[in-house]
């Protein structure tokens, strides 16, 4: 398999796990309170959201490399 043929299947399967999950959250502790022994900490979520835009494109550009790929054989 070539290095263009990787790259094409790398693209559609992380275009179509953009297009099926659409995103992902993550959780961070943030410190608020430290006082001697007595420590307080709050649970911050934070979200990333993919736009499916952005999955589509990768799959069609990812079916672009494997069509050009096979052309240039």
Do not use: C, W
């Not at 043929?5 to 297009?19: K, S």
């Not at 979200?47 to 054989?73: C, H, I, N, S, T």
Request: aromatic letters at 6%; hydrophobic letters at 50%; zero cysteines.
């Amino acid at each position: 398999m070539s290095g263009k043929t990787m790259a094409g299947i790398l693209l559609i399967v992380l275009g179509a796990l953009a297009i099926a999950y659409r995103g992902f959250t993550y959780t961070t502790q943030k410190k608020e309170l430290d006082i001697g022994s007595l420590e307080v900490n709050k649970k911050e979520h934070h979200e990333v959201d993919f736009p499916p835009l952005l999955g589509a494109l990768a799959v069609v550009g990812g079916v672009a490399v494997l069509v050009l790929d096979r052309r240039a054989k």
